[in-house]
Every structure is written in C-alpha cells, then in structure tokens.
C-alpha cells in the first residue's frame, strides 16, 4: 500500500459515515488496517444510499413480477414486455440532498443519472417524469430551489433531446431544509436485446467510457445518506456537474456499439462512481477486477487514487468488452469524440484490485464488499391511528363558490403551466398527451401503441397513515394510467423519509411498503424498479414521508385514449365510485378550514380495481367522451378541472342528501373517476356499471360559462381560470409570498 496516505483515526471513521461498529467489520472482514483508499471504498459501498442496509429486508416483500416483466429489480432499470418485440425501460431516483445545496446542478445531474441507467440497458430514452417537493412558498429559500431545479430538469431534457412530459410539484413546511428531487426515465429497447451489468470471462477488458474524471461529486452518496445540518451549505463540492450534450454522445456512442454486438456487461457509473460500478459488475459475474487507475481518463492533475475512486463526475460508462471488438468499439468512441480507455481486466481471483502509481492502493475481497454491507433490522413503531373526522363536525368558513375558488388558486391545486412550460414535452414528435392530465401519453414508434406514464403519491396520507396512504399512492398511479385509457403494468418507487434510526421514521417506511405492496398485489401492479432516499431531515425535523409511485401502462391504440376535457355542451356527467364525504386530511379541511388533522380516506383495493376497469372499458369502447380520477380537492375541484380543460361549464345536481354539501363537493373518497358520455348513452352506462357491481350515477349536463349546482353560487369558468393560473407567475416574479 502507498504511504502517502493519512493514517486512519477515529475521526476519520466517523467523517465517511461509519460507525464503530461497521468499522470493526471492516477489520474482521479484511483481516487488517484499511488503506485510506479502502476506507473509502467500503464508506462508498456500506453508505445507505448504495447498500440499503436499513431497507433492504422490507424491501424483499415487494411483489416484482408478472408475466409481462422481463427485469425486476436488482439491475440499472425494469424491463417489461409491451409485445411486437419491444420492451419498456424505467426507472426513478432521487437527487434531493444535492439539489438542495445547488439547485440547477443538482436537478441536472439527477435527470442525467436516470437517464443513464435506461439507456446502460440497451434502451433509447423516450421520455421523461419528475416528482418535486418544496417548503413552505414563504420560506426565504424557497422561490430560489424552485427556481434553480425547474431550470435544472429542463436544461439537461431540453438540451439531451428528450421530452418531459409529467409531474408532481407540491408545497409545505416540511420540506423547508430538506427538498425532493426524483427524476424518472422510460426507454424503449428490442426485448430480446436487453444488456445486463454482470461481468462473464476471465481477462476480459473493462474499458472506461464518455467523459473524463474530476474532483466533483466526490463523498456525494456518503452526502445522500446522512441528516442536513446548518453546516450543509458546506458541501457543495460534493455536487456533481452535468453535461448534457456530452451524455447525448454517450447514448449514440453506446446504443451503436451494443448494435454492433461489442458489449458483455455495462454499468453506469453514478453512484460511488467508479468504485460502485466495478464492484457491481465484478460480484454479479462472480469475478474479480483488477483496475489500474494510471489509465483513467481525468481533467484535472494529480488526482490520488481515493479522489478516482470516489468522483461522482457524470456523463460516465464502465464496460466488459468482448476482447476481438476492441478496435471496432474504440473506433466508434473516438467518432463520437469521448474518451476510451482500458482501464483494467476481470479476473478468477472474486478480488477488488487497484493500483496506481505502481502501488497496490486497494486489495479486497469483491464479493463482500456488496454481500458483506451491514443490514438492518432496525427498530420501528406503527403511526397512532388518528381519529375519523365526521363530515358534520367540520363547520364550513367560506361558501362552496369561494372555497372552490380559493383551492383552485392555492400553491398545491394551482396550474403547473410556470414548470412545464421550462421543459420541451414535444421533442421527438411522439407526445400525445402533454402534462396537466391525469397521465402522459407517449406514443411507441411509429405504431398504434401508447405509454401512459405518471409519477404520484399524497404524502400527507402516508403521515396520517402509512399504510393507508402507502396503498393510496399506488392505486391513484393506478388511477392515472386507467384515466386515460391505459391498463398499468409495472410501477418503480422513490422511498423518500426520514432518519431510519428513529423508530417513528422506521415505521412510517415499513407501513407504507406493507401499504404499497398490498396494492400492487391486488392491483397487478408489480414493481420492477425503485430507490430508497432516507435521511431527508434537516437538524432532526424530518420530510413527510413522500413515496413517489412512478407507473406505466400500455393503450394498444393511442388515438384512443381520453383526456380530462369536457368536449362539447350536452354530455352527462356521471361520477363512478361512492362518496361518503370523507375530509380527514382532505385539502379543505387543510387550506379552508385550517386543520390538518384526522385518518386519511381509506382505500378499498377490490372497488379500485372494479372501478378502474369498468371506467377503461369505457373509454377503450368509446363510450367515454372525457374522463378524469378524483383525488386532491375532490368532486368539485376534478369538475372544475375538466372545465378549465375544455373551457365549458357544467349545470350540476345537489348532492346527496344524506352529507353536507361542502363533504359533498370536497371529501377525499378514493376510488373514483368523473366520466361524460353522450346523452343518449347514459342510461346504457349507468345499466352497465349496475351489472359490473359498480355504483354510478348521474351528477350534471356540460355546458354554458359556469359550473353551478343547485343551491350554490355559480362560479364563472373565466373566474376559475384567473385563480388556476394566476398563483405559479405571480409567485416566481416575487408578487405573492404564500
């Protein structure tokens, strides 16, 4: 080992996030003082962010597969099968805590990284999704990260060529020291032609691909798996940067040379970078890797061999070559001008080696290094339940007109016009439906296929009750897909929580995933693809806990998938599901009345699953002339939605009699979806869903300039319109601070 590295303290223990413990089963482990370079290496492997070593034994009761899933987790990305020989490639990660530090940068290398992992499986990046949540609007910092991660997410799609085309951005205090980026990426690759990271060959070479290697990113997973503190500023070095237009040459280049059959394994270096990615594809093949570190490309000079090992800098390949491609792989590199460079060989021995400098600054055992990570079970505690709230013992402060128009004007039901606006949702010429619906659609090629793509989950709902609102944020992507005519197929998750070592933050995660596996479970929803994000808090006041579901799901004719918009004057509405008017945790009960408070709605799989597919037998019949799932703000906001859509109003009934009219219009019932069809076609509907066993029933006619209900005061669709739009502009420039 080389002596011109510092010798290992405590203090230095403690500064690469290991803890006593863990460092003592370093020494059993390797039978010795870890180089500094080791230490390094196994902090880069054993943090949380890589190892999921608070998560990963709940994380292996998660349904993953089905008969359309050709990947589960465990690799870059999921695969599932959309037949004609294709196959769909995605999945989600967070960037939150870099984010934080450096908004634009952050967000860059988020989307970036996700882009990455798709296109390392051999599939070419259709499109793109985002989850974002904020703190509170009047927070000093927030107008500043909305800012710098919209621009951020839209800098590198816009400029990589790739559309984005949905979306979630929500508000509250909780996020204030602690931001969520999770960025999302679907892909379309051959299904028989899907690359894995698993090294095969004895004396194989692995080659170094794309851009060179820096100081930026370096410590940026250890960053990721620890708490913010006010001295978090502080690490903005561990921010990586992005390079958009160097990861589009990076695509082409790769895609050409897995065309031209070069590639046994491949791995994107995000990550733990190098480190990482060598290790991984070492192990999976059962095999050791011999890297010397001399040949690594790098931009900056005299970088030591810790400072390679753990650069997170982007844009960046690690790939076992087939050894008579060697000429024909570099040649193609060089023709898209990015580095090439054997940087090392596989070898029988299952040993991690590195040298540099003439020196051996690493030596050990492979396998270990991933199978030998710490695992947790971690103590937990379930959430209290909390009281039902009665719909009568909520007393109304506003008129249902001046509640409708104060949500619909508020900074979580507002238009996201401002943020997507930033993105190119269009580029590739295959978005069907853009974002502001309940779901994107993409279209497959040049075919009659399309993707419905979303990214969903009500965090407040998995505070109030992690399992209720861990099953609610799969069934409302479940939702999503089915709005707009799609049937879900496979979904991939973002764990967004707190601190694991809490029990309270322990068992918000555990009660979620029970929550998130019982719903794929009954909703044939399997999950293929995830990340797990924890210790989002800052100076121990944690995130709500925020598990974003991303879903896709197949229309085997995007012409007909339908949209929110209320199409022309005399369609009926009908409203599929049952209302019991339920506003615990409700956005009423929140931004009318003040309160958050109460058990969220609870969720009735069999009813999603009935009701899902009744409403997607409609529209893939064409019965359905609009359509649209209800969940924040309920009845009234979703109609409000549709007419603002398709700029009609709607003459609406009272409603049930049995509720007052507030839980009526506003309660947060699960399972349902607003649907308008011909006139002349009602009653057939309403016959049908009597005979699926599902409740429908008659609400309203579309048409004139107003949405009035019977006892209400009419609200001009121009009123809803100036409130929709107004929030996001107004905000941004600085004239609104709420």
């Keep these: 080992m080389s002596r011109n590295e510092p010798a290992i303290t405590p203090d230095l223990i403690a500064s690469h996030g290991l803890k006593p413990d863990e460092y003592e089963r370093i020494l059993k482990l390797i039978g010795r003082v870890p180089s500094f370079t080791e ?27 089905a008969p359309w899933v050709i990947q589960g987790p465990g ?82 799609g816009n400029s990589f060529g790739v559309p984005t ?15 969520l980026v999770n960025a999302m990426a679907v892909g379309l690759a051959e299904s028989d032609k ?39 500023e502080e690490k903005r070095p561990t921010v990586q940067v992005g390079d958009p237009f160097a990861e589009k040459l990076l695509l082409e280049a790769c895609l050409e040379i897995m065309a031209k059959d070069c590639v046994i394994a491949i791995q994107d270096m995000g990550a733990a970078g190098l480190t990482c990615s060598a290790v991984e594809m070492g192990a999976k093949g059962d095999l050791g890797v011999d890297l010397d570190l001399d040949k690594v490309p790098t931009r900056e000079t005299g970088m030591s061999a810790y400072e390679m090992m753990l650069s997170e800098s982007q844009e960046r390949m690690l790939m076992v070559l087939k050894p008579e491609k060697e000429a024909e792989a570099e040649a193609i590199f060089r023709k898209w001008g990015l580095d090439f460079a054997i940087v090392g060989y596989t070898t029988p021995s299952k040993r991690f080696v ?46 249902n007109a001046e509640a409708l128009l104060k949500l619909i004007g508020s900074p979580d039901m507002c238009s996201r016009r401002w943020v997507w606006e930033q993105y190119d949702h269009v580029i590739l010429g295959n978005t069907v439906q ?41 069934a409302e992507a479940w ?50 693809s995830g990340n797990v994000s924890l210790y989002n808090e800052t100076n121990g006041r944690g995130i709500l806990p925020t598990p974003t579901i991303g879903g896709v799901g197949l229309l085997d004719d995007f012409t007909k998938s339908a949209t929110l918009a209320f199409k022309r004057p005399g369609d009926v509405i009908l409203l599929v599901g049952d209302t019991q008017g339920w506003l615990g945790q409700s956005i009423y009960l929140r931004d009318v009345c003040g309160r958050e408070e109460g058990a969220p709605p609870p969720v009735d799989l069999a009813a999603e699953k009935r009701n899902g597919d009744f409403v997607r037998g409609l529209i893939t019949a064409g019965s359905a002339t609009a359509a649209h799932d209800l969940s924040d703000g309920g009845l009234l906001i979703g109609l409000a939605e549709m007419a603002l859509a398709g700029d009609i109003g709607a003459v609406l ?46 609400i309203g006619t579309t048409g004139g300039t107003t949405l009035a209900a019977a006892g209400e005061q009419p609200v001009e669709v121009a009123a809803l319109r100036q409130a929709f739009e107004h929030w996001f502009p107004a905000y941004m420039r600085g004239d609104v601070d709420r």
């Design 434 to 474: 853009r974002p502001g619906g309940d779901a994107a659609v993409v279209r497959v090629l040049d075919g009659p296929k399309g993707l419905a793509l979303t990214a969903d989950v009500t965090p407040r709902y998995c505070e109030a009750d992690p399992y209720q609102g861990g099953m609610q944020a799969v």
């Design 194 to 232: 899907i690359f894995y990271a698993a090294a095969s060959g004895v004396n194989m070479p692995i080659v170094y691909l794309g851009s060179k290697t820096g100081r930026d990113g370096i410590h940026g997973a250890t960053m990721a798996s620890a708490e913010f503190d006010d001295a978090s």
């Design 354 to 399: 590195v040298k540099h400098g003439g020196d051996v600054m690493a030596d050990l055992p492979i396998k270990e290094l991933g199978d030998e990570a710490p695992v947790y079970d971690r103590p937990f505690v379930d959430s209290p339940k909390l009281p039902e709230i009665k719909p009568q013992d909520v007393k109304p402060p506003l008129s």
């Design 75 to 156: 690799e870059n990305a999921g695969v599932i099968d959309i037949g004609d020989g294709l196959a769909v490639v995605f999945k989600m990660e967070s960037h939150n805590h870099p984010s934080f530090i450096e908004p634009y940068q952050g967000a860059t290398t988020g989307v970036g990284g996700i882009l990455r992992d798709v296109f390392t499986m051999g599939a070419r990046p259709i499109a793109c999704l985002n989850a974002l949540s904020f703190g509170a609007p009047s927070h000093p910092k927030t107008r500043h990260l909305v800012s710098g991660v919209v621009a951020g997410v839209g800098g590198y």
């Design 653 to 698: 009934e009272a409603g049930a009699a049995s509720l007052p009219p507030h839980a009526w219009w506003f309660g947060e019932d699960q399972a349902r979806y607003l649907v308008t069809v011909a006139a002349d076609q009602a009653d057939a509907v309403l016959a049908a869903a009597k005979a699926a066993g599902v409740r429908g029933q008659r």
């Design 479 to 528: 939702r999503n897909i089915t709005a707009v005519g799609g049937k879900p197929l496979a979904l991939t998750d973002n764990l967004n929580f707190g601190n694991p070592e809490r029990p309270e933050i322990m068992g918000q995660f555990v009660g979620c995933l029970r929550g998130i596996s019982a719903a794929c479970s009954a909703l044939d929803f399997p999950v293929v």
């Design 39 to 65: 230490l390094g290496i196994f902090s880069a492997m054993w943090n949380e962010h890589c190892s999921y070593k608070s998560s990963r034994i709940h994380l292996r009761g998660l349904p993953t597969k």
């Design 165 to 179: 085309v949905g979306g979630q951005v929500r508000f509250h205090t909780r996020y204030d020291g602690n931001i």
